[in-house]
């Protein structure tokens, strides 16, 4: 695992939403602590979150934008074919990043080996370091608290912030609605 930040996503029961913080570290310093991590992608209709290389990220997202545009959408179909390009370029395995796409149908973990891997719980998925920290305290919220979605995105990361030295608290959210399908 790479020290990287933190990406969370959560698919409830009307909406989906990725989140995650703005902390860019290069070594042992903060470089740039308001980064935007997170995207929507194919018209809105699909989220996207990174951890990692930041240059290694860019190259990944238009990637997998060039693959949704030509499955027309279809986020299981396009996760898929971006695996097998993955796996087949000698450039992209050496990538240091990982991805999460989500829409309200599926999340998938994008890994930097090319794997693809729908979570076991497949409700929430994070990556990067504070990655188990968010996951950890996105379960608790949605098993024993009574909010929405994207204030159990916020909140988990801002758990994770307190714990994990490459997670901050400069927490952006990207949400898709029921009638965003």
């Known amino acids: 695992m790479f020290h990287a930040t933190t990406i969370l996503a959560y698919k409830g029961k009307n909406r989906s939403v990725i989140g995650g913080d703005g902390q860019v570290t290069f070594g042992n310093a903060i470089l740039k602590g308001n980064a935007v991590k997170i995207r929507k992608l194919y018209n809105g209709s699909i989220l996207g979150g990174f951890a990692g290389s930041t240059a290694d990220a860019f190259s990944l997202f238009d990637m997998f934008e060039k ?54 719980d497949t409700q929430i998925a994070a990556i990067g370091s504070g990655g188990n920290y968010a996951i ?45 399908k």
């Not at 758990?159 to 898709?176: E, G, Q, V």
Request: glycine residues 4%; charged residues 35%; proline residues 1%.
């Open 67 to 120: 693959i949704l545009e030509q499955k027309k959408g279809d986020l299981l179909k396009s996760a898929v074919e971006f695996s097998k390009e993955w796996r087949k370029d000698k450039y992209l395995r050496r990538l240091e990043a990982m991805m999460i796409v989500l829409n309200r149908k599926n999340i998938f973990i994008l890994s930097g080996t090319g794997d693809v891997v729908e979570p076991e």
């Open 136 to 180: 950890a305290a996105a379960r608790a919220l949605n098993k024993y608290a009574n909010i929405d979605e994207e204030t159990l995105v916020k909140e988990s990361l801002e758990i994770a912030a307190d714990i994990c030295i490459y997670t901050n608290h400069s927490i952006k959210t990207f949400i898709l609605e029921d009638s965003e």
